[in-house]
């Protein structure tokens, strides 16, 4: 049985590698022009290249967002861009427009295209059509049930993949194309700009009298119209395997690598369970666990199973839950002394209840009662950011280890 892929969000080198060593079989990532996440760090050319030779050497993938609805002045740097770019080893190109399609195989005649979920694919013979074209996958519209995605893949050319998104941030415009953040501030969202005004608060006014403003409220504290909650499909990795889909697609570009690797982690367990017994899969519960470990705005399973319904928006608030902190990453291990190079993300204390994991490692917990700074001075706080920092572990780690704290709330 051929394994589904999954394929992590990479918003710079860090992340990419996190992504790979925490068992992304493949990450997509956004140059610094023409893709939708303008906001994220993205990859110049030299670390395209460092990025795809270092997922290749582990029999990675590397995919390229190219996904932006160009105007007709971006065609002439889009052209000049898929030039520079071309004789990368990139693995496969995410791409929404058919003129941006064309460009990329004008150049690059033997280009993999992957169809952009911003392209809003929601049926057979669409899919149909994209595979006439040349396409290799289609990532389908978020809007999609999962009955909707069995009977596509059962009405579709066999050599037609199919990917889906399963986990992060849903748009209120649920495929992306969205122009509130045009209207409402001139930032195109679809040219990977968008401001988020989906988050934001919201007051009912009437024509007639514009100095009162009502709340929309479900509570004292007001509501959130369009304030989706985020995708988890961590419980449900049996049904997706099983309806045929190809790659699922983790979102968050902008996301920190804490977030990458809690993800990927735990996502990459729940589909190795399934394969190692199919017949006796079972879901754990420390699965949805851990993914509620990083920053979201509750889980939702959108509408893979019905339509969304008002259980599907948070309508109190557009804040993260944060119940833990990021506070560490690991830079090398001395294996005789025991002692680790820590750079620390957030502050904590000597003392401190910690949990340490690592790629296809459980977490562990332990106290911190080894802390020094970087020329191994003890010191009782370690509140500067990335501040170089000395830590003996219970356990063996390894570059790339995480470390988080629990919040106290």
């Excluded at 023409?34 to 995919?63: P, V, W």
């Excluded at 929601?122 to 994209?130: D, G, S």
Aim: one cysteine or more; glycine letters at 4%.
């Amino acid at each position: 049985m051929k394994k589904i892929e999954l394929l992590a969000p990479a918003g710079d080198l860090e992340k990419l590698k996190t992504a790979i060593d925490y068992g992304a079989d493949a990450v997509y990532f956004g140059g610094e022009l023409f893709s939708l996440r303008a906001a994220a760090t993205n990859f110049s050319l030299d670390e395209m290249k460092e990025g795809i030779e270092y997922a290749h050497q582990r029999g990675k993938k590397c995919h390229m967002a190219i996904n932006i609805f160009p105007h007709n002045e971006d065609i002439n740097d889009l052209t000049e861009y898929v030039q520079q770019i071309k004789n990368l080893a990139i693995d496969a190109f995410i791409v929404s427009d058919p003129g941006a399609m064309m460009i990329i195989k004008d150049a690059m005649p033997n280009a993999e295209i992957h169809l952009s979920t911003q392209a809003n694919l929601t049926n057979y013979k669409t899919a149909e059509f994209w595979a006439r074209q040349g396409l290799k996958r289609v990532v389908v519209a978020r809007e999609l049930s999962l009955e909707e995605i069995i009977s596509m893949r059962a009405n579709i050319p066999e050599e037609l993949e199919i990917e889906a998104f399963i986990h992060g941030a849903m748009c209120i415009s649920y495929s992306g194309r969205c122009l509130l953040s045009n209207f409402m501030v001139n930032r195109d969202a679809n040219k990977g700009a968008c401001a988020h005004p989906c988050r934001w608060k919201y007051k009912l006014v009437e024509e007639k009298r514009p100095d009162e403003a009502y709340e929309i409220e479900e509570d004292e504290r007001g509501t959130y119209i369009m304030n989706s909650k985020d995708l988890c499909m961590i419980n449900h990795m049996k049904e997706l395997i099983e309806a045929g889909i190809a790659s699922v697609k983790i979102e968050g570009r902008m996301k920190s690598p804490f977030y990458i690797a809690t993800i990927v982690s735990a996502y990459r367990k729940a589909i190795d369970e399934y394969y190692a017994d199919p017949d006796n899969y079972e879901i754990k519960e420390e699965w949805l666990q851990e993914v509620s470990k990083v920053s979201n705005r509750d889980f939702t399973t959108g509408f893979y199973f019905n339509k969304a319904d008002e259980e599907a928006q948070n309508y109190k608030t557009s804040s993260y839950i944060r119940d833990y902190d990021f506070i560490g990453k690991v830079i090398s291990y001395d294996e005789i002394t025991k002692i680790a190079t820590v750079e620390q993300r957030n502050k904590f204390l000597f003392g401190d209840e910690i949990e340490v994991f690592g790629p296809y490692t459980d977490f562990w917990t332990q106290k911190v009662e080894y802390l020094t700074d970087e020329d191994g001075v003890s010191i009782e706080s370690a509140p500067h950011a990335q501040q170089i920092l000395k830590m003996k572990f219970d356990y063996p780690v390894a570059e790339n280890f995480m470390l988080r704290k629990k919040r106290n709330i």
